[in-house]
């Protein structure tokens, strides 16, 4: 019972955060349903595989750019938590497009090349 009481907040503060001031996601510029809720699929799960590199990622990035890297950590700590889950959070509502939940960062850009 407290797993599906975890579960329920979870989503809920995933569902809470200002959706406003985020721009729209990559997959969202879909025209039909179909293609909004496989490119939703896919962000979501892009994210929720390859969320966590953003643990090594960001402090590099930091590093090179001459940032404090303890700042890079802390960033690369929540980037990964939050697009892991956040991707996890887009591969189960894959179904319903018109939820979009934002991502830190926008979600990871592993793929992209950048």
């Known amino acids: 019972m407290s797993k599906r009481i975890g579960l329920a907040l979870l989503c809920a503060a995933l569902l809470a955060v200002p959706m406003t001031a985020s721009a729209a996601s990559s ?4 025209t039909t349903y179909g293609d909004k809720a496989m490119g939703k699929l896919k962000y979501g799960l892009t994210n929720t595989l390859l969320g966590w590199t953003s643990l090594f990622r960001t402090p ?8 404090n890297v303890c700042v890079g950590i802390g960033k690369g700590v929540w980037n990964a938590v939050g ?3 956040g991707g996890a959070a887009h591969a189960i509502t894959f179904p319903i497009p ?6 830190p960062e926008g979600g990871t850009d592993v793929l992209s090349g950048s």
């Open 60 to 67: 590099m990035k930091a590093s090179q750019s001459g940032e």
């Open 98 to 103: 018109q939820i979009d939940i934002p991502l």
């Open 27 to 30: 997959w969202a510029d879909g």
């Open 83 to 85: 697009q892991t889950v």
